[in-house]
């Protein structure tokens, strides 16, 4: 069985994401042990060997074997109450978190919480990190309403302590999106992340190419919400920031044309991106940087949504090639399972209605066979919960999808039993 990549209510996936990124990058489950046996820890107490065993643990997602160490490791400091327990406390907090246990990791951020007051006062940067895991504990949970509150908070902190307009409040800002998001406020969510760049703006300038980012964290909102245009004057902004530091035709500017030019695509109302980047490709052809295979991968994209699959295929061909050469990404991997290309949700009533009503989310699972040309067929539906409300329209949606096909060795090959799965709104009242 083959799974097309998931495409899970955004609140989800990226608080997941964002917790796992305040752990290090060791994600080989074998270096614990190397880690417990390295001659360096020798010397160490029996409670940091256990955090290094967390810690590795944590990062190598056993969660299960993380929680054991890190309660021991809580247990044996219960007398401290220092900045080394508080963090103690949050990383056990952080796994509970992982593991569903919400009302322990709850506990323990607050245990962490109320350490810090006493320690630093009620105002004390301290208190945003805490009080940004137990935000996260509650979008995991999927209590949004509590979610924001909490991470209004740890923003309020941050102003006080660092000013109205600071960066550093940048990722909790992304947070309270996801949390409005998961209410479905897309209006709140919005303007947050204006107000995101609105910060950066006002620390460097509204020229300063430190703003790029920031302009593209909005695009790329824009453009898993579905719009388009804003996404695209985004990009041209970009573009424009990049191009009045460098050259028309230089390489840095070739990451922001290509996502232009996915993101005209979309739109279907015009290819000046595409042709540009067809033409950067052209001039700088000794160019061995991983965006160069990307960007031929979009042009084969671009030709299979026009049917030309002999171009396609060759456009698919060279981004193997240019990836292969590039070292940097493996091509086997990436081109391992299809993609979809212009797949656009079905609307349900909550999309085109008033959400003032009680609302939730459900899910459906379809599976299908893939041509190598990127069409589905034999769709039929796996699961969905609840039945009757989306699944005609999202089996005559796949048929009507472009998929980037899988390739092996650069040449687009069919698969059978792909499986798509999505979330989409329904009121409650239809359940």
């Known amino acids: 069985m083959n799974s097309l990549h998931a495409l899970v209510p955004p609140v989800l996936l990226a608080a997941a994401g964002a917790m796992a990124q305040d752990v290090g990058s060791l994600r080989d489950p074998g270096a614990v042990a190397d880690l417990a046996a390295a001659p360096e820890l020798a010397a160490n107490t029996e409670v940091d060997v256990l955090r290094v065993a967390r810690d590795a643990l944590f990062s190598a997602d056993d969660f299960a074997a993380a929680l054991q160490s890190a309660e021991n490791v809580v247990a044996a400091a219960r007398d401290e109450t220092g900045p080394i327990y508080r963090s103690d406390l949050m990383q056990l907090a952080r796994i509970q978190t992982e593991l569903d246990m919400f009302t322990d990791a709850e506990t323990n951020y607050l245990r962490a919480i109320a350490l810090a007051e006493e320690a630093d006062g009620v105002v004390s940067i301290t208190l945003i990190e805490p009080y940004q895991g137990l935000g ?23 102003k006080r302590n660092l000013g109205l307009f600071n960066v550093e409040q940048t990722a909790l800002i992304d947070e309270v999106t996801l949390a409005y998001l998961g209410l479905g406020n897309t209006l709140e969510a919005r303007d947050l992340q204006l107000e995101r760049l609105d910060n950066a703006v006002r620390r460097f300038g509204v020229d300063d190419p430190r703003v790029i980012p920031y302009h593209n964290r909005l695009a790329e909102y824009y453009d898993s919400s579905r719009m388009r245009r804003s996404a695209r004057d985004q990009y041209e902004r970009i573009l424009a920031l990049q191009q009045s530091q460098t050259g028309a035709d230089d390489l840095v ?22 042709l540009r980047l067809i033409e950067m490709l052209q001039s700088n052809s000794d160019d061995v940087s991983p965006e160069r295979g990307l960007s031929l991968a979009l042009l084969g994209d671009w030709a299979i949504v026009d049917e030309d699959f002999a171009l396609a295929a060759d456009y698919y061909d060279q981004a193997y090639a240019a990836l292969e050469a590039s070292t940097e990404v493996d091509p086997d991997i990436l081109f391992a399972e299809p993609r979809t290309i212009d797949f656009f949700p079905p609307l349900t009533r909550v999309d085109l209605n008033r959400r003032s009503l009680p609302w ?68 409650v009242e239809e359940d």
């Open 360 to 427: 939730t989310w459900g899910s459906i699972e379809l599976a299908f066979d893939l041509s190598a040309e990127g069409r589905a067929w034999n769709v039929r539906v796996v699961a969905v919960e609840p039945a009757g409300i989306v699944d005609t329209a999202y089996h005559r949606r796949l048929r009507e999808t472009h998929f980037r096909p899988r390739l092996l060795a650069g040449v687009p090959a069919p698969l059978a039993d792909v499986r798509f799965t999505h979330f989409f709104r329904y009121y």
């Open 253 to 274: 500017l070739l990451a922001t044309v290509r996502r232009l030019a996915r993101i005209e695509l979309l739109l279907g109302d015009e290819d000046d991106a595409r």
């Open 136 to 158: 996260r504990a509650y979008l995991n949970a999927r209590r949004f309403a509590e979610s924001i509150t909490v991470f209004e908070h740890a923003r309020d902190i941050s």
